[in-house]
């Protein structure tokens, strides 16, 4: 079985920074592309960060040049770096993985975590 487990959240002032981390555990050959999700109360869930296997990034407009995402291939984990946060970020924050069961198959199947809240206010 596979899992994501999110965590870093917390609650933090307007321009502070938070820093989530995500891993992911279970069988797992090979772990693809993953990401950071987001979803303020009342909104539909959104796309923050993504990152391939290789290192190339995607950011969602609205966070670029604040947020950074990173990942740790051997560790199976997933960061996101979070500077100069705004009211605006508050959300629950989902990491999101594309995992390759085994090593016989191009079979992949996408995971969610569970979130993680992060609130910024004063």
């Known amino acids: 079985q596979v899992q994501l487990v999110e965590s870093g959240g917390g609650l933090v002032q307007p321009g502070g920074s938070l820093r989530l981390s995500c891993a992911a555990s279970g069988t797992i050959f090979r772990v693809n592309d993953m990401g950071w999700y987001r979803q303020a109360p009342g909104k539909q869930r959104e796309l923050v960060a993504t990152i391939t296997r290789g290192g190339s990034a995607n950011y969602a407009d609205s966070v670029k040049d604040r947020f950074t995402i990173s990942r740790d291939n051997a560790k199976k984990m997933v960061y996101l770096q979070m500077n100069s946060l705004k009211p605006e970020d508050t959300a629950v924050y989902y990491c999101?993985?594309?995992?390759?069961?085994?090593?016989?198959?191009?079979?992949?199947?996408?995971?969610w975590g569970r979130g993680t809240q992060v609130t910024v206010s004063s």
């Open positions: 999101n993985a594309d995992i390759a069961l085994f090593s016989y198959s191009l079979y992949s199947k996408n995971y």
